[in-house]
């Protein structure tokens, strides 16, 4: 599956902040069938109306989406 990450769906153009290709790999398993995906993606500023979307996914799986965590990680610079 792919996943993304999209600001601006409601006012356009809207921006993608990011486009990631899923697999296993990419998937930590936290059991009974459930799984971790950890995105990363970088702002200048805080946004509102943010999407997250799910594109492609297989169908060969049955896909649900329990919750999304953010949270702001900023530079040690």
């Known amino acids: 599956m ?3 990450v999209v600001w601006g ?3 356009g153009p809207s921006v993608v902040l990011l486009k990631a290709d899923v697999d296993k790999a990419k998937m930590k398993d936290l059991g009974l069938g459930w799984y971790e995906v950890l995105l990363t ?3 200048e500023a ?3 109306d943010v999407e997250f979307r799910g594109i492609n996914p297989s ?3 049955d896909i649900c989406l329990a919750y ?3 949270s702001n990680v900023r530079s040690r610079e």
């Open 46 to 48: 805080e946004l509102k």
């Open 41 to 43: 993606f970088e702002t």
């Open 59 to 61: 169908p060969n799986y």
């Open 2 to 4: 792919t996943l993304d």
């Open 9 to 11: 769906m409601r006012e």
């Open 68 to 70: 999304i965590s953010l």
